[in-house]
């Protein structure tokens, strides 16, 4: 399966990185433009828990191009440049919460890696923990039965 | 010529698997043994057709026969003969021809090993023909690997440099043997269905058992194998992604998980016959509905699979069919083949029940994680990611609820366990979860609080099988087996467990001289040379490993091109030192020799795939002692079950 994993990506890379990254370009000029005009914001912050916030961050964001890598992971182009998005808001001194607001904001809930908890995603937080509800109650009729059974 | 040989060669396999599904299902009757012989011969004509196509596309890539549309599209002269070979398997409709090359071999397994065969094995043997039948169609028709191409082109396509690995030329056959083993179960589980008299069926989980076995085992090693690929490969360390191609192999494993525990009561007491039916239908079901996801292109978006709907479409129509009319039968006929078996709220039986509970309800997690975005875009449009912190938030607890209750199952009796007894031979293995966890306590520092639980889980279920193998000496090899796989839980425990909480990372820029420091070690980048490969070109970093001022070890990950193919690759170096794998990748060239270099320290990674080759070992014993015991089969004998 790892195979088909890879071709996907190598077509999803393929056909829909410049189409996306044409697309993000065209719908975030000020944000292609701030990049390339803000001071650089070096690849780690010499601040160790400055360090793993921001890395904690970075795991919790989706790359957009690729297949469900967070930016921390993947290699591509946007993922490096959200991630200095990320870590220059950083150094201004926004919190987490804003940072992902603004994210959100932009790409929408796509890029969370963790689903927001509203009304159409209810069905997905809850199944897990409805079917082992309902796995126990029919364990508990099935145990009760046959206990019945051997009486 | 060969291409059309290979396509020839295809019909007589499609032939004879509708020969043996009509066979097969018309031997499910009383006076049929003629009908019994030709479904087995059948099974192994089929296995030999197929195998024969599937060797002439074999040699069609090993001659690079550009003639040939999938070999143009897939190959190149330039690659080692190897990845000529895994290349057969590296694209669509190669994949597709191994899928059925390893339905036909498991056909082939039940014919040859259930010689002469009964009502039942003469039922599956028919619904294992349909299956091959739909699928060489869906082979004939949206996906022929031997079509043609003209003109021919001098020189192939290549195949994404990403498959050009040794991991990964094993995966694929080795997860489908899991994958498509599956339907051998299915197959006796609608054949029982099938033929609906209880006298003949109540053996059906003990007929199935050893098939589901070697499906089980092929999964779990291919399951670690792809993590272990993916981990080495990919560049950043991590072992699993919950990416919705890795989760459609995770949902088989479980529900197979859950089948051969649920079967072990169905064999021994008649308990949840039902049950287990349906268990066998629903890890092939899933199979199948991997294979959707994965074939279809739904994907990497709903719209790709709208934009050419064929392969997916015909996919989706064969699911419906074999599942719908499994569950269909299932619906018919279950109700009159459940036993009403006895047995005590504490018992094996209850303790199997819950095992059951908690592994489903784990596979729907999977489940919902990985179809809800692709429902909930195709329904409103609506975009959302379940990335890891969902699975950490539902799965996780839910398999760690269940590993809790792990060692308690193999101490209760059959009908009627006694939990006083069970939890006093469990006492040393608490005191090791208790060492454990104070050991990580006061060892590894910052404390947390995963790292305690996980380890004393590890003791907990390392303990207890300890002590179930030692206490039983010249046992049963089955309870042996058990211990032996519940162990290897613990063991892929502590390397996850390790690898997650304790990985220490550094990326750093580094010119030719220039030390960085991860973890405990100091690495001196050392610059980077020129490697021509095979078919790459590569950067290779010379990295040494120092101690004091010497150097105790040269690194050298690589970036490669492939030319044929246009990619970039990563190689990653890695120095396994006792359990801790110290893991280089080398990233962007910064100029004037300066190089992006990342490096990880992950603590007890080996035991994350260790584990794993553990609990396939314990399938293994579990599969030798069945094998061992036919002929002298003991009967299924409640009342001496304990």
């Not at chain 1, 005009?37 to 916030?53: H, K, M, Y």
């Not at chain 1, 890696?113 to 199944?127: A, G, N």
């Not at chain 2, 010689?115 to 028919?126: E, I, N, V």
Request: some cysteine; charged content about 15%.
């Amino acid at each position: 399966m790892k195979a088909v994993i890879a071709l996907l990506r190598m077509m999803l890379r393929a056909l829909a990185a410049p189409v996306l990254l044409a697309g993000f370009a065209l719908a975030a000029p000020s944000f292609v433009a701030g990049s390339a005009l803000a001071a650089p914001v070096a690849d780690s912050f010499s601040n160790p828990a400055t360090e793993a916030r921001a890395r904690n961050l970075q795991r919790q964001l989706r790359c957009l191009v690729c297949q469900g890598e967070s930016i921390d992971e993947s290699g591509s182009t946007l993922a490096a440049d959200l991630r200095h998005l990320v870590r220059r808001q950083i150094a201004q001194g926004k919190s987490d919460q804003q940072i992902e607001d603004y994210l959100v904001a932009r790409y929408g809930d796509f890029i969370l890696m963790k689903p927001p908890v509203q009304p159409d995603t209810w069905l997905l937080w809850l199944t897990p923990f409805a079917v082992l509800a309902a796995g126990g109650v029919v364990a508990w009729v099935t145990v009760k039965k046959a206990g019945a059974r051997g009486a | 010529m060969i291409g059309e040989l290979g396509q020839l060669v295809l019909c007589f396999a499609l032939a004879l698997s509708l020969v043996m599904a009509m066979a097969g299902l018309a031997g499910a009757r009383a006076d049929a043994a003629l009908a019994r012989r030709i479904a087995s011969g059948a099974a192994m004509g089929l296995l030999v057709f197929v195998a024969l196509a599937f060797g002439v596309l074999t040699y069609a890539f090993i001659v690079s026969d550009f003639s040939i549309a999938d070999v143009a599209h897939n190959s190149s002269t330039l690659k080692p003969l190897v990845y000529k070979i895994s290349g057969v398997w590296g694209n669509h409709e190669g994949s597709m021809l191994l899928w059925v090359l390893v339905l036909a071999v498991y056909a082939g397994l039940v014919a040859g090993l259930k010689r002469g065969g009964d009502r039942l094995t003469s039922g599956a043997l028919g619904i294992q023909g349909l299956l091959a039948a739909a699928f060489l169609l869906f082979i004939l028709f949206t996906s022929n690997p031997f079509l043609r191409i003209d003109p021919a082109p001098f020189e192939g396509a290549g195949l994404n440099p990403l498959l050009q690995d040794p991991g990964l030329a094993m995966h694929p056959p080795m997860l489908y043997a899991g994958y498509v083993g599956l339907s051998a179960a299915f197959s006796y589980a609608a054949a029982a269905l099938m033929v609906g008299d209880p006298l003949i069926t109540q053996n059906w989980a003990r007929a199935a058992r050893p098939f589901m076995l070697i499906a089980w085992i092929a999964l779990t090693c291919g399951i670690a194998l792809g993590s272990w690929w993916a981990y080495y490969e990919l560049g950043w360390g991590g072992f699993w992604f919950w990416d919705p191609v890795e989760n459609a192999s995770l949902m088989p494993w479980l529900i197979a998980t859950a089948f051969l525990h649920s079967a072990l009561a169905t064999e021994r007491t008649g308990a949840f016959r039902t049950w287990t039916l349906l268990l066998a239908i629903a890890g092939f079901s899933l199979s199948l509905i991997g294979t959707f996801l994965v074939r279809s292109g739904v994907l990497s978006s709903v719209h790709a699979f709208a934009s050419d709907p064929t392969r997916g479409f015909f996919i989706l129509v064969l699911i419906a069919l074999a599942i719908g009319g499994a569950l269909a039968l299932f619906a018919w006929r279950a109700p009159s083949l459940e036993s009403g078996a006895s047995f005590d709220p504490v018992s094996r039986e209850t303790a199997l029940l819950l095992n059951n509970v908690f592994l489903v309800a784990a596979c729907a997690c999977v489940f919902v994680g990985t179809l809800y975005p692709l429902v909930l875009d195709a329904l409103n449009g609506t975009k959302i990611s379940v990335g890891p912190p969902y699975f950490a938030l539902t799965f996780a607890p839910i398999f760690f609820a269940l590993l809790l209750l792990v060692p308690f199952g193999p101490r209760l009796g059959w009908k009627r366990g006694d939990l006083k007894a069970a939890w006093r031979t469990l006492y040393p293995a608490l005191g090791l979860a208790a060492v454990a966890a104070l050991a990580v306590l006061a060892i590894v520092s910052p404390r947390s609080v995963a790292a305690c639980g996980a380890f004393a889980m590890a003791g907990w279920l390392i303990g207890a099988s300890l002590i179930d193998m030692r206490g039983r000496k010249g046992a049963r090899a089955s309870a042996f087996a058990a211990a032996i796989a519940h162990a290897g839980l613990g063991v892929t425990l502590m390397g996850v467990a390790g690898t997650t909480l304790w990985r220490s990372e550094a990326l750093a820029v580094v010119g030719p001289g220039q030390t960085m420091t991860v973890g405990p070690y100091t690495l001196r980048f050392d610059g980077v040379t020129q490697v021509q490969g095979p078919n790459y070109t590569a950067d290779r970093a010379h990295v040494a490993l120092m101690d004091g001022g010497k150097v105790t070890a040269v690194l050298l990950p690589e970036h490669r091109f492939y030319p044929a193919e246009g990619q970039d690759m990563n190689d990653t170096a890695i120095r396994t030192t006792g359990l801790r794998d110290l893991y280089l990748a080398l990233g962007d060239d910064r100029g004037g020799g300066r190089f992006t270099l990342r490096a990880y320290v992950s603590p007890l990674a080996p035991l994350i795939w260790l584990g794993g080759l553990v609990m396939a070992l314990g399938g293994m014993l579990s599969l030798w002692g069945r094998l061992r015991l036919r002929g002298g089969e003991p009967a299924a004998d409640p009342a001496t079950a304990g």
